[in-house]
């Protein structure tokens, strides 16, 4: 059994989490207050100055000057020439270097297909799938993986990347209500069980969103973090942005279907692998099972259980291991899974299947297409 099914209590390292967070910020003031200190002390020096006097020939000479310049403007633009400054294009060459230099900075976060890329077989029930080698950056096998999909719940690898992004302190509680619970239950969505008036702290919403898949755990943490889902929602679709996603766009933090919220295999893939650098977001989608902190509504916490681990060791492929990831299903996006792995010889995998015919064959494509490409 993989190391995931290891239940620890991880209230350490989130609290060192905050603790350096909290550190940065203290550096950040102590270095602003340091500049105006300095702003200060510039400023009292040159007011200190003694006051230059001027020579009245001085400004005789500066007034002819002044009357030569207006004379040769006035000619210049009589005859239509535009006088040339001198080291204009060395000027104009450095600017466009700098242009340059600015685009070199953005990166193409896109794995590259190349001859050694495979078609998947008809064998494999996913519609839309796409296998990267992520040391290499090369995409190892695809089938209609730039089409557009729902993603269902895999939209909460997202939910959580741009959260992280936002909370300085993970001790900090969100309280439920039933305005809140109750328009999930109608619509049937999946929920962590968080109830009435329950304070819930960031670290269980993080863990409330992946494990069991919970809708009332991805609100929770988007109206913390931006004072409404729609708000939150904005956030998402800014970090699309920036990791270059071309064809994604997202109308909620649940993923419950609308026919505007959509991603591919191909952005998808970019999503989880920024997850994976991500030390919260890592440890969040590998795990196994975890217990809430207690509440006056649960005493006991709330045991949390992977919907992905649920259904498979992670130890299944041969030569590889899944080592965390994503599930999702509503009926017009099929079976989907998002994971992240590693070969025997510790070569990084990301898969991504999409429109899977079923929850076993979806659960069994995973496997085997670790077992055929991630070797």
């Not at 919907?307 to 041969?318: A, C, I, K, Q, V």
Request: net charge negative; with cysteine.
């Amino acid at each position: 059994m993989s190391e995931q099914f290891n239940n620890k209590d991880y209230g350490d390292y989130f609290s060192a989490v905050e603790k350096n967070i909290k550190r940065d910020a203290n550096t950040v003031k102590n270095e602003k207050a340091n500049e105006k200190i300095t702003e200060r002390r510039i400023s009292v020096k040159s007011a200190s100055k003694k006051v230059i006097r001027v020579r009245p020939w001085v400004y005789m000479v500066a007034i002819v000057l002044v009357v030569a310049m207006v004379l040769t403007i006035v000619f210049t633009a009589g005859t239509g020439d535009i006088p040339q400054i001198e080291g204009d294009d060395e000027v104009s060459s450095i600017t466009s270097t700098e242009v340059k230099v600015e685009e070199e900075k953005t990166i193409n976060h896109y794995a590259e297909y190349d001859d050694s890329t495979q078609t998947i077989p008809a064998s494999f029930a996913a519609q839309n799938i796409i296998v990267i080698n992520c040391d290499t950056n090369k995409v190892v096998a695809a089938r209609n993986a730039s089409e557009r999909c729902y993603p269902a719940s895999t939209t909460k690898v997202m939910t959580i990347l741009t959260a992280v992004d936002y909370i300085t302190d993970y001790n900090k509680t969100f309280t439920f209500s039933y305005e809140i619970t109750d328009p999930f239950y109608r619509q049937e969505a999946t929920m962590a069980g968080f109830a009435n008036e329950e304070a819930v702290n960031m670290t269980d919403l993080l863990y409330g969103a992946i494990l069991p898949s919970g809708a009332d755990a991805t609100v929770g943490l988007a109206i913390s973090v931006a004072g409404s889902e729609e708000e939150f929602t904005k956030l998402m679709n800014k970090k699309a942005k920036e990791l270059g996603l071309k064809n994604t766009h997202f109308t909620n933090a649940s993923g419950l279907f609308d026919k505007d919220h959509y991603t591919t295999p191909e952005d998808m893939a970019i999503i989880i692998r920024e997850a994976m650098k991500n030390d919260v977001c890592r440890k969040v989608l590998s795990t196994y099972q975890y217990t809430t902190a207690s509440t006056p509504q649960h005493p006991e916490g709330i045991l949390l259980t992977s919907t992905l681990f649920s259904h498979m060791y992670g130890t299944e492929p041969e030569g590889s291991d899944i080592i965390g990831g994503k599930t999702g299903f509503v009926n017009e996006s099929g079976y989907c899974i998002a994971s992240f792995g590693h070969s025997d010889n510790g070569t990084n995998y990301v898969c991504v299947t999409y429109r899977g015919a079923g929850l076993w064959p979806t659960t069994y494509d995973q496997i085997n297409l670790y077992t055929s490409y991630a070797k």
